[in-house]
């Protein structure tokens, strides 16, 4: 089974007690750009904008789900059944989103100068 550095370096206890407090914080942050970029009661006329809400949205909660997947399998750790820690995907998946968050920014940003 392939884990990250965290899995290794922290104690078990840590891992449970920040995973799970950085994916739920994370996750309340990450969910108000999400439900804002596609929420069909806001302002959707700047699309760059609401493209720079929805990929930072998804970023936040991606690395929110990471965080939580790492929780998980920290306390279903030495079981019959352990779940595995995140995969790359996860991470792959976050990091395109906030290529597309940046992207759109610097597009936003271009576009209002002139």
């Known amino acids: 089974m392939k884990t990250t550095a965290l899995m290794h370096t922290s104690p078990r206890q840590r891992r449970i007690t920040w995973g799970f407090g950085l994916a ?5 942050i990450g969910i108000g ?9 806001f302002d959707h006329s700047p699309w760059d904008i609401n493209t720079m809400l929805f990929g930072l949205g998804v970023g936040l909660c991606t690395i929110a789900y990471i965080f939580g997947r790492i929780a998980v399998a920290a306390v279903t750790e030495g079981r019959r059944n352990a779940v595995a820690p ?9 990091g ?19």
């Open 86 to 94: 995140p995969t790359r995907r996860a991470y792959l998946v976050a």
């Open 33 to 41: 750009p999400l439900f804002a970029s596609v929420w069909p009661g």
């Open 24 to 28: 739920v914080s994370i996750g309340m």
């Open 96 to 114: 395109g989103a906030f290529v597309l968050a940046a992207l759109a920014l610097t597009y936003a940003l271009a576009t209002t100068a002139s």
